[in-house]
Nanobody, 119 residues
Framework: VQLQASGGGLVQAGGSLKLSCAAS??????MGWFRQAPGKQRELVAG???????AYTDSVKGRFIISRDNIKNTVYLQMNSLKPEDTAVYYC????????????????WGVGTLVTVSS
């Protein structure tokens, strides 16, 4: 699976951005967005199953929306009410999302896209 992420950029606090991740090579199951801020570990932001079930980390609930277009094999992350602490490199991933909400990344990663939120 090849993953290509796009849509990052610079935005002011309170603004919005929408990330896209196009998958190619084979059909994907669950997909997820991770982020890694400077000096921090990579963390899961949101995951979505092939059927549309979703899971979010607590810090983005109510602000971010993950969605997918199975025909285009593309997953999106709509990010609203952005905060400076959302600044990070965002990566898309193909993985497994269990009904419990637990997401397990498989070794398929896109090149990250940088999101910078200014205060």
């Amino acid at each position: 699976v090849q993953l290509q992420a796009s849509g990052g950029g610079l935005v002011q606090a309170g603004g919005s951005l929408k990330l896209s991740c196009a998958a190619s090579g084979r059909s994907t199951g669950a997909m997820g967005w991770f982020r890694q801020a400077p000096g921090k570990q990579r963390e899961l932001v949101a995951g979505i199953s092939s059927g549309g079930g979703t899971a979010y980390t607590d810090s983005v609930k109510g602000r971010f929306i993950i969605s997918r277009d199975n025909i285009k094999n593309t997953v999106y992350l709509q990010m609203n009410s952005l905060k400076p602490e959302d600044t990070a490199v965002y990566y898309c991933n193909a993985g497994i999302l269990q009904a419990s909400g637990a997401y397990y990344p498989l070794p398929y990663w896109g090149v990250g896209t940088l999101v910078t939120v200014s205060s």
